[in-house]
């Protein structure tokens, strides 16, 4: 049993513990890994709205009148279109184009941007973006502190979250501001599930009045279980997982997230990966079980190739996963075997998404 | 999922299995306590019909949507029957631990190994 003692509780520890939440160690925080059950709340986000404190994850606040000349320089993406009350994914790379974290950026104002991180990344990224903005007009500030954030997730999440905030939510990947009970809530109109639905950025002390408001309109709690199956469905990255600094983002899948012409750090050997000369020569694919079992991430396929996510898909009720494989294997219908703890297991290389919400 | 609960008639194994002994032949499951911690069981990985079993190993998995656990055998024989059940609905093991959710029957090798099992009051004091 390792010590809990050096793990980080977020201001919504207290109301987990109320829902019922089971609590684990998760990238040096002590989040809530489920309430009433994993199958429950996923099927919950799919079928009406689901809430999660992802308060764990950090922000980075970049701030200047070179803000955008900075940040075109580290991320992958042309920062420059990012209008204001936009937001935008892109991969941080290193000089060799692997990669050191995804991140979505929202511009708050004309030379005003706020980066999301990664829980176990924050502190790498920072150090990241101040080495960087030597010799930029830039002011970096870490923001970790100032915001607890809570992702609403589902085909009724917007109706919800907008009756309870009393404010009319920004679209899909906009950003807004909203007063609630006298805080700043930043809205964005983000997610990491697959349906649609927002992320809100609020100061930490608010965050438990707004999550008890969040379920008496009926939002079911969910925890880090249900995320994480819902976003091997809708075939988004885990970092750690399935992005790593041994990995570059065209084997990932993320070449439309790179734009090299930008010349951002990483360009080069991401346009070489690009050309055809990725240093791995493999793909990211999703694949779903033609048969039994369940693949987990370490799972070797069979003939070359590595699972590096896997569960079973709470709607497809069956084995789910991501894997790198030889570019010869990726071909969508290409039939795989995955090797899960000795025993062979048919699978094919699947469409991406898994599960596409019904319209 | 019911309650917790633990038969007084059966034997229990300290890895959270349960034994019911009918003659030589005993069946096995996973007691209350092991489907809780687990969630909500996806997928049994069952033996086959003929399989060799042996006491304190593995003979089975057991799959929740998040993890895939070891079922240990409570005692050593040849597994005789698999619940066919199981393979449509997994969840049973979650919610009829001691009965729908029986995992498999065994023709016991050696019945006098049933003295090493612990019963109810000794295995529900274990948990404590």
Redesign the interface.
Known sequence: MSSTTDLRRTPLYERHLAAGARVVPFAGWEMPVQYVGVKEEHLAVRSAAGVFDVSHMGEIRTVGPQAAAFLQRILSNDVEKIAVGGSQYSVLCTEDGGVLDDLFTYRLADDVYLTVTNASNHAKDLAWFQRWAEGFDVTVEDAFDEFAMLAVQGPDARRITSQVLGYELPGPFRTGGAIWNDADVLVAGTGYTGEDGVELLVPPAVAPDLWDALLAAGVQPAGLGARDTLRMEACFHLYGNDLSEDRDPIGAGLGWACKEATGFVGSEAVAAARAGGSPHGEKLVPFRFTDKGIPRGGNDVVGGGTVTSGTFSPSLGIGIGLAYVPVASAEVGTPLTIDVRGRERPAEVATKPLYKRPN | MADASYPEDLKYHPEHDWARIDGDVATFGITWFAQDAL??V??F?APEVGATVTKDESYA?V????A?SDVIAPLSGEVVEVNPAL?DSPESINESSYEDGWMVKVRLSDPSQVDQLLDQAAYVASLD
């Open positions: 969630g909500e996806v997928f990985d998995e799959e929740s949507v998040k895939v393979e």
